[in-house]
């Protein structure tokens, strides 16, 4: 595809518009994939994401609600309830920081972090089978215009 220019219009070919419509195609089937996975684990997706969010931090930093709520692109009191919700379900808990009295931060419990691993194990498996789809698309995407 074109470089876009400032100011400018870019000029796309009805290549450049299968290549788009591919690569959205390709993004929201795994978003379904992730969806679906989710909600078999006992989930929403969102739930997911809230764990991976947590997980994915290095083991020396602790995921504040404020962290989580900017994380998801979510306002802080969705994600109280989020974290609400997957406390309930005794995959999260809340603690207060060592550093800030007035923090709370979050950790995954064992049963988060069993839950989490085999939802990730499957995503992975996905990533890899759709990930050369997604490799070519960011190849056509980098060579320069015909």
């Given at each position: 595809m074109a470089k876009a220019r400032p100011g400018k219009?870019?000029?796309?070919t009805t290549a450049d518009f299968v290549r788009?419509?591919?690569f959205r195609r390709a993004l929201r089937r795994f978003l379904h994939f992730s969806e679906e996975v989710a909600r078999r684990g006992g989930l929403s997706a969102q739930q997911y994401q809230a764990?991976?969010?947590?997980?994915g931090n290095p083991d020396h930093e602790r995921v504040t609600i404020n962290d989580l709520a900017r994380h998801l692109l979510i306002k802080h009191n969705s994600a109280v309830g989020l974290v609400d919700r997957l406390a309930q379900e005794k995959l999260i808990v809340r603690e207060t920081s060592s550093a800030d009295r007035r923090k709370v931060e979050l950790r995954l419990t064992p049963r988060g972090r069993e839950v989490l691993a085999k939802l990730a194990a499957m995503h992975r498996a996905e990533l890899q089978r759709v990930g050369p789809l997604l490799g070519r698309f960011f190849a056509e995407l980098s060579r320069p215009p015909r």
């Open positions: 219009t870019q000029q796309l788009l419509a591919s764990l991976l969010a947590v997980r």
